[in-house]
């Protein structure tokens, strides 16, 4: 198994650190956005074809989701003074001073999904909890998601650095520093070959399956 290739330029996505945490240890191959009120004219795109998964804090994210890393496999999750592994508890985010990133993406494929069966369909292959992805297809003027198939590698050692005011805001993409560049050579992919390919048939057999 190889290591993903350099990207021209260091971008980070941000996503809630739980989801983080699952891409990071291939429970899921994907990525849903409905896009944020700073992303543009054009609305949200995966417009990168490669990205470091920056963690963001939402302090209820549990709440939405089906799965969350026990305490006992968190004791080390973020290196913040204001993160308590104990409750896996995130102070909020204008406190925020470090960040930590684990993982690194590529995007294998990406939807513009109208159809809430085939959203729904999706269900077993991610961890959120079906009312917050409904509300999320939902959420403006019109019913859709986009959807991205990921391939997840693991840093070879965790990379951190200093929070900056510019991290903030509704946003999906940032610049982060080049210096991360220098660990994917030695990443490695948080499912095999066999298996993220078993998975991305099973995803791409939901959202290509007929008209879209």
């Not at 409904?134 to 050692?157: G, K």
């Not at 900056?164 to 050579?185: A, F, H, I, M, T």
Request: charged share 20%; aromatic share 12%.
């Amino acid at each position: 198994m190889s290591s993903p290739s350099l990207p021209p330029a260091a971008i980070g996505f941000k996503e809630w650190a739980f989801v983080c945490d699952a891409l990071a240890q291939g429970k899921q191959t994907l990525i849903l956005r409905k896009g944020g009120i700073h992303e543009g004219m054009r609305g949200f795109q995966f417009q990168h074809a490669a990205f470091f998964l920056f963690p963001t804090w939402f302090h209820t994210q549990g709440e939405a989701l089906t799965w969350v890393p026990s305490a006992a496999s968190a004791q080390d999750y973020s290196s913040d003074p204001g993160y308590d592994a104990t409750t896996l508890s995130f102070p909020p985010e204008e406190t925020r001073q470090r960040v930590d990133i684990d993982a690194f993406c590529t995007l294998e494929g990406h939807w513009r999904v109208t159809d809430w069966d085939r959203v729904a369909a999706l269900a077993p292959l991610h961890i959120w909890k079906e009312s917050v992805v409904r509300e999320r297809f939902a959420y403006d003027e019109e019913s859709c998601l986009h959807i991205a198939l990921v391939r997840t590698w693991r840093l070879p050692q965790r990379w951190t650095f200093d929070y900056e005011k510019k991290y903030g805001g509704c946003r999906s993409w940032v610049n982060v520093p080049d210096d991360g560049l220098s660990l994917l050579p030695g990443a490695t992919p948080a499912l095999t070959d066999a298996a993220w390919a078993e998975t991305a048939e099973k995803i791409r057999g939901v959202l290509e399956s007929g008209a879209a």
